[in-house]
C-alpha cells in the first residue's frame, strides 16, 4: 500500500513508520517535525488546502495514496489549553477525513483514545474491565474531542458506504526505556488507577495499525488498543477491590490482565500484542 502517515515523527509514529515500511509498504510522514528527505513532508493540518494537495501526490513521492493514518495531534490532556487542543485536534481531523474523501481514499485508520471510556475515571465506570460496549464518557476537552471525531466518523460513513474508518482506542503509549519505572507504581494504586493500570507498547501499538489497514470492512468501528497486561506486579482482583469496591466484576480478575479489554480487537483485527514490560 502507498500510505500517507500524519504525525509520523510522533512517539506513536515513530514506531509506526518504520514498521509498516519493514512490512513493504510505501510510507510518506507527514509532520510539523521532522528531518529532511526523502519520505517525509512538513504539513500544518490546520490548512486544508495543503492537505488536499499533499493527499493527492507530492514530490519525489507517490503518486497518490491508497490509505491514511491518521496520528497527528496534540497527544495529551494538559498539554496545551482548552481552545488549542479543541481547534488543532479537531480541525486537524476534519480536514484529514474531508481532504482523503477528496482524494478518493476510503481506507482511514486514526488514533482515538482510552481516554473516551471515563479517564481519570474519578467517576468510576460501569464495570471492569471496560470494553467498547458502554457510551463515550468524556472528562476533558481532550477526550470531548476524540469523541467527536468517532461520531464524525459515523456520520461520514454512513454518508458514503464505501469509506472504511477505524479508530483505535489506544492506551498510554510506552517505549522499552519507560518501563523501568513500571515497577514503582506497586506502591501505590492510586499512581496508575487513572486508565486502570493500562498501556500500550508502541511496537504493539504499530501491529495494531497495521491489522486495521489490512481488515476488509466498510464503515466505521472503534477498538481498544492495549497491552495483553497491566503495569502492575499486583493482582487484578486485589487493586479493584482497594480502589473501585463495589464496581460490577467480569470475569477472573486474580490475574494481571489487561483491565482495558483487547477482546474485540483481537476476534475482529487478529490483534495479537507480542511485548510486555514483564519480558
Known amino acids: 500500500m502507498r500510505i500517507a502517515l500524519t504525525g509520523g515523527s510522533g512517539k506513536l509514529g515513530s514506531v509506526v513508520l518504520p514498521y509498516l515500511r519493514e512490512q513493504g509498504h510505501t510510507v510518506t510522514n507527514f509532520d510539523v517535525v521532522g528531518e529532511r528527505g526523502s519520505g517525509f513532508v512538513r504539513l500544518d493540518l490546520a490548512n486544508y488546502g495543503d492537505v488536499v494537495d499533499a493527499f493527492h ?13 491518521h496520528l497527528a495531534a496534540i497527544p495529551a490532556p494538559g498539554i496545551r489549553s482548552d481552545v488549542v487542543t479543541f481547534e488543532n485536534n479537531m480541525l486537524g481531523t476534519y480536514h484529514v477525513f474531508k481532504a482523503a474523501e477528496r482524494a478518493g481514499i476510503t481506507n482511514i485508520v486514526y488514533a482515538s483514545s482510552e481516554t473516551v471510556l471515563g479517564l481519570p475515571f474519578d467517576v468510576p465506570p460501569p464495570y471492569i474491565p471496560v470494553d467498547e460496549e458502554y457510551p ?56 496508575r488507577k487513572w486508565n486502570l493500570w493500562g498501556y500500550i507498547d508502541a ?44 464496581v460490577e466484576t467480569r470475569g477472573d480478575l486474580d490475574n494481571t490482565k489487561t483491565l482495558l479489554s483487547i477482546d474485540k480487537a483481537r476476534r475482529l483485527l487478529g490483534y495479537d500484542p507480542k511485548h510486555s514490560w514483564r519480558d
Open 136 to 191: 463515550a464518557r468524556p472528562e476533558s476537552t481532550y477526550s470531548l474531542v476524540k469523541h467527536l471525531e468517532e461520531t464524525m466518523a459515523i456520520e461520514l460513513t454512513r454518508w458514503n458506504p464505501d469509506l472504511k474508518i477505524v479508530a483505535l482506542r489506544f492506551s498510554n503509549v510506552m517505549h522499552e526505556s519507560d518501563y523501568a519505572e513500571f515497577p514503582s507504581f506497586d506502591a501505590d494504586a492510586m499512581l
Open 203 to 246: 511496537r504493539d501499538g504499530a501491529q495494531a495499525v497495521l491489522k486495521a489497514l489490512e481488515w476488509q470492512h466498510t464503515g466505521f468501528d472503534r477498538f481498544i488498543i492495549a497491552s495483553p497486561d497491566t503495569v502492575m506486579s499486583r493482582k487484578n482482583s486485589e487493586l479493584v477491590a482497594e480502589v473501585f469496591p463495589g
Open 57 to 69: 501526490s507530492v514530490d519525489d513521492g507517490p503518486d497518490g495514496f491508497d490509505a491514511i493514518v
